[in-house]
């Protein structure tokens, strides 16, 4: 037990010596009526930063919307610590507003793996289906 409260004493005092610095910038532009871009810049900074994971954290994103119930997104991140690129596309319709609505999701994760020194890729595909069910009745 001993050995547990002084491992966890360390860790807690490693912590209270890293500072973390963040600095976020974000805009939104409606484009055109049915179609928005929206861009996020996080700039995070560890003092002292001995494993190197400081990052810069970019986000673009495209949305475009062919009614209010149906619509496309697009979503790109790039993690600059990792050299991680995150890739998303979406496909929504609301078929019983506002609650009941089916999803289309296809996401692609490309980072680079850095004890191998390769790049690895992940990709998923999944169909989300969300319905409101009443346990009250009317």
Excluded: C
Aim: glycine share 2%.
């Amino acid at each position: 037990m001993d050995f547990l409260i002084r491992e966890l004493n360390f860790f807690l005092q490693q912590i209270q010596e890293y500072q973390e610095i963040r600095e976020d910038l974000s805009k939104k532009l409606q484009l055109f009526k049915k179609l928005s871009v929206n861009y996020e810049l996080n700039h995070i900074q560890y003092t002292p930063d001995n494993e190197f994971m400081s990052t810069m954290i970019n986000s673009l994103g495209l949305d475009y919307f062919f009614n209010k119930d149906l619509w496309i997104r697009f979503f790109i991140q790039n993690n600059t610590a990792y050299e991680k690129y995150y890739f998303y596309g979406l496909v929504g319709w609301r078929f019983k507003p506002p609650f009941g609505a089916l999803y289309l999701i296809v996401n692609t994760d490309r980072f680079k793996d850095i004890l191998i020194n390769e790049f690895n890729n992940s990709e998923i595909v999944f169909l989300k289906i969300t319905y409101p069910i009443s346990m009250i009745k009317k």
